[in-house]
């Protein structure tokens, strides 16, 4: 596997494979991989010639007080996991390398050019939750994209927001990158699978799985024929406020596709969308309801 850090290298790695007629496909991370990142790997491995993913934990869609300094950093543990999944390489950039200083404030802010995400998508649910957050992740995920110049990129559904933002920065900003959604890797009690969740006690491991809980009785309750999203909303509520570890933030019913809040389920698919701190940790998760 080649690893390098620096997005000249990682082009002329990537080019020489598109210029034999090998098809790239990128898997963006930001490292502590888990389950969930090596199904990504293996799912482009599947449906392309060459491999390539990235750790970097991307200052800018953290805000000021959140988890970027205690952000788990395994390098050398995730390179190994990496190898034996068959990557073929590693793009591994330091924060100096992407922004040009030690922090992106160390840049001169006023001179930046950052990905603005409209407030329609990108203001909802975790960009209210996370001001400026989108912003981050659409503004690095485009320098990822000029790097490793992929033809196909795998991003999980667990964060179903930055998926559908990221399918639209590619629609609207023209990208010749296939977005490849992949579905979410569940532990086997139902907890999505999370870097954060390492981070997790042991009380707090075990009063996270509330969150998966709570989708599944709202899940339960439109096979019943609820379609009423205040009542399904009310029900993962509910199921949440009976774990005092969990300080629910929201659990919505929405369209799929806007992610704009539903009064009802109807003829379009919908999307539960749950998200909580448990102890320090921030968990979001959600699951898919095929239209009724
Ligand atoms: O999902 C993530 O791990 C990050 O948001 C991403 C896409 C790698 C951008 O930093």
């Not at 200052?59 to 995730?78: N, V």
């Not at 998926?163 to 990158?177: G, K, S, T, W």
Request: net charge negative; aromatic share 6%.
């Amino acid at each position: 596997m080649r690893v390098t850090e620096t997005a000249r290298e990682m082009r002329a790695i990537s080019e020489s494979w598109r210029s034999a007629g090998e098809r790239v496909g990128f898997v963006p991370t930001m490292g502590a991989l888990h389950a969930g990142h090596l199904a990504l790997v293996q799912t482009a491995r599947e449906e392309c010639d060459r491999i390539v993913t990235s750790i970097f934990v991307n200052p800018s869609q953290f805000a000021p007080g959140e988890d970027f300094d205690t952000y788990p950093r395994w390098l050398e543990r995730d390179s190994k996991l990496l190898m034996e999944a068959g990557c073929d390489a590693l793009f591994a950039p330091n924060v100096e390398a992407m922004y040009g200083g030690s922090s992106v404030e160390l840049s001169p802010s006023g001179e930046r050019v950052f990905v603005e995400v409209g407030e329609g998508i990108g203001g909802l649910w975790e960009g209210a939750e996370r001001p400026g957050h989108f912003r981050g992740v659409a503004t690095v995920v485009t320098m990822l994209f000029h790097a490793v110049v992929p033809h196909r990129a795998y991003f999980g559904e667990k964060d179903y927001q930055q998926l559908r933002i990221i399918q639209r920065m590619v629609h609207n900003l023209l990208f010749d990158v296939e977005i490849v959604p992949c579905p979410t890797v569940r532990e086997p009690d139902g907890l999505a699978m999370s870097s954060r969740n390492a981070r997790l006690s042991t009380e707090e491991r075990e009063a996270a799985v509330t969150l998966s809980r709570a989708l599944q009785a709202g899940a339960s309750l439109v096979k019943g024929g609820e379609r009423d999203a205040a009542r399904l909303e009310r029900v993962m509520r509910e199921v949440c406020g009976a774990e005092p570890l969990i300080a629910l933030q929201y659990a919505a019913v929405v369209d799929t596709e806007t992610l704009s809040p539903l009064d009802s389920l109807g003829e379009r698919p919908a999307r539960f969308l749950i998200s909580a701190h448990v102890g320090d940790m921030h968990l979001i998760d959600n699951i898919a309801v095929p239209p009724v």
